[in-house]
Nanobody, 132 residues
Framework: RVQLVESGGGSVQAGGSLRLSCTAS????????MAWFRQVKGKEREGVGYTYSDSGDGGGYYADSVKGRFTISQDNAKNTLYLQMNSLKPEDTAKYYC???????????????????????WGQGTLVNVSS
C-alpha cells in the first residue's frame, strides 16, 4: 500500500504563501484520487480539497474556507502531490495531511459525507502556523 510523507510546513505571516508537498512511495499517486485535510488541535479533521489522478494543475474541489486561495496539483513523474496556499490567514493554522483513496470515496470524505476511515493512506502531517 502506498505511503505518504508531507513536507513544506512552517511559519508564515498573514498574507503570505506556502507550498506543501506530499511524496508517495510504494505506489503511484496516479492510481488514486488524492486529497488534503487539516486539523486544529482538539478539533475534527476537515477536508481542504481533492483532485483526481487524471486532473491537471488546479483541478478538483475546494472547501469554501480555502476556495480561491489554495490550489491542489500533482506531478505524477515525481509521484508528488502539492498544496499551494496563498493569501494565508491565521485561521489556516493547522496540521495539514495528505491522503489517498479510491476515487469513488475521496469526494465524500473531503465533503464530510462519509468516514475518513475509507481512505487508503495518510501522511504524518506537517504543521502550518500563520501569524498576524
Amino acid at each position: 500500500r502506498v505511503q505518504l510523507v508531507e513536507s513544506g510546513g512552517g511559519s508564515v505571516q498573514a498574507g503570505g504563501s506556502l507550498r506543501l508537498s506530499c511524496t508517495a512511495s510504494g505506489g503511484s499517486i496516479s492510481n488514486y484520487c488524492m486529497a488534503w485535510f487539516r486539523q486544529v488541535k482538539g478539533k475534527e479533521r476537515e477536508g481542504v480539497g481533492y483532485t483526481y489522478s487524471d486532473s491537471g494543475d488546479g483541478g478538483g474541489y475546494y472547501a469554501d474556507s480555502v476556495k480561491g486561495r489554495f490550489t491542489i496539483s500533482q506531478d505524477n513523474a515525481k509521484n508528488t502531490l502539492y498544496l499551494q496556499m496563498n493569501s494565508l490567514k491565521p485561521e489556516d493554522t493547522a496540521k495539514y495531511y495528505c491522503a489517498a483513496g479510491d476515487c469513488s470515496v475521496v469526494p465524500g470524505t473531503v465533503r464530510g459525507r462519509i468516514s475518513k476511515n475509507n481512505l487508503d493512506a495518510w501522511g504524518q502531517g506537517t504543521l502550518v502556523n500563520v501569524s498576524s
